[in-house]
Nanobody, 126 residues
């Protein structure tokens, strides 16, 4: 059974940092593209970042220079390091997984992911 469990969310002041983790179980983690998305109240889910099976990262323009995405295939975990947080980063953050045969492939479209975690709340106060 595929399972994704996010952790690391919380309340932080503007300018602060958080690191989100997403632990995967029930499948061969290294065969999957991993992604992070977020959804704020009243808004559509939006792409934050993705990392290929081989570790190639790709981030949304809105978070480039502030966020970093990485994965540890030995630990079946993907991370989202968030620095210089802004109030507009407030949202529920979800990790997602998609099987891929291509080690260098990344995906930024939510509809192309098959599995999702339950989400973790990130709140940035001004």
């Amino acid at each position: 059974q595929v399972q994704l469990v996010e952790s690391g969310g919380g309340l932080v002041q503007a300018g602060g940092s958080l690191r989100l983790s997403c632990a995967a179980s029930g499948w061969t983690f290294s065969n999957y593209i991993m992604g992070w998305f977020r959804q704020a109240p009243g808004r559509e889910r939006e792409f934050v970042g993705t990392v290929s099976r081989s570790g190639i990262p790709y981030l949304a323009d809105s978070v480039k220079g502030r966020f970093t995405i990485s994965r540890d295939n030995a630990k079946n975990t993907v991370y989202l390091q968030m620095n210089s947080l802004k109030p507009e980063d407030t949202a529920v953050y979800y990790c997602a997984a998609a099987p891929s045969r291509t080690p260098t492939e990344v995906r930024s479209t939510s509809g192309r992911y098959d599995y999702w975690g339950q989400g973790t709340q990130v709140t940035v106060s001004s």
